[in-house]
């Protein structure tokens, strides 16, 4: 198989019709240069070029050949060129994964759209993934980078968990609700009310962080006839079925028909953290960079 040294030598040589010549452009003892030429000829089996006094010409089967190693020559620079960018972080594809307690609206939103514009090369796999599940994702090489919600069950020593400033907590009423009249709230207040959310047996998360709250007042949430633990509970909230405690982050999200209060417990608060590999990709730390950056509670 021909080395890539050769096929830069046999191009230079084609180009100036002279060995000497090559060798100059090579930075290469003339010598090594020919003795390389004839070992590529004897790798291919065919003669590539005719030896004249005044320099060399290609044979027919060396024009052929300069023609296809042309090609490779470029498609090797095209694709250092293109190793390069996915190095400076310019290139690629990030596969970030994120709870559904941290949809793609308000900050997440708007670090995708700074990320994109500074990197357009960069390509960006969303999925919607629950914080537990997130660690194997991202511990296994399945995914880039996380947008976790805290508490986090299960944890894995060997990933980067980097938290984020606390979000305020709101609660979602429908409209009418004889709560709305309120202008604030306390988590006390929904000692009677049904939450279209409840705790997952294996993970944490918000409905977690929502069911300590509760708790720690002495009271188990009550549950309402249908329940999500997907940003569809706001549909649930708009259409009667209760009340849902959530993020500020997810008030873009609020659909017509639903009103938020805000919660004033001082410890009405939840966390969220980006995940990283313990070796993150130059692209994941360049959009955990821009997050948060954007972050702003």
């Known amino acids: 198989m021909p080395s890539l040294r050769q096929i830069r030598y046999f191009i230079s040589v084609a180009d100036t019709g002279s060995f000497t010549q090559a060798a100059s452009r090579c930075f290469v003892a003339q010598p090594a240069l020919s003795r390389q030429m004839a070992l590529l000829e004897e790798e291919l089996g065919f003669a590539l070029f005719v030896r004249e006094a005044r320099g060399v010409q290609l044979t027919p089967a060396g024009v052929l050949f300069l023609e296809r190693a042309r090609g490779l020559e470029r498609g090797l620079e095209a694709a250092a060129e293109d190793a390069r960018r996915l190095a400076r972080g310019e290139a690629g594809v990030l596969r970030l994964v994120h709870s559904s307690s941290l949809p793609v609206a308000g900050a997440l939103l708007a670090a995708l759209t700074q990320f994109a514009q500074a990197v357009p090369g960069v390509r960006v796999d969303l999925d919607r993934v629950s914080s537990e599940q997130q660690m194997r994702e991202l511990a296994e090489g399945r995914a880039d980078l996380g947008l976790a919600r805290f508490p986090v069950l ?105 009103v938020l209060r805000p919660l004033v417990d001082e410890d009405a608060w939840a966390e969220a953290a980006l995940v990283l590999p313990a070796r993150p990709s130059v692209l994941a730390e360049r959009f955990a960079e821009v997050l948060k950056g954007c972050w702003v509670t």
């Open 154 to 258: 299960r944890r894995d020593p060997a990933l980067i968990v980097q938290p984020l400033t606390p979000e305020p907590l709101w609660v979602a009423l429908p409209a009418g609700h004889p709560l709305a009249a309120q202008a604030a709230l306390r988590v006390a207040d929904l000692a009677e009310q049904p939450l279209v959310s409840a705790v997952h047996r294996e993970r944490g998360g918000l409905a977690r962080r929502v069911a300590d709250l509760c708790l720690a007042r002495g009271f188990v949430p009550r549950l309402a006839a249908v329940i999500s633990r997907k940003t569809s509970m706001l549909s649930l909230v708009g259409a009667g079925f209760g009340a849902a405690v959530i993020p500020a982050g997810m008030g873009a999200l609020v659909p017509a028909g639903v």
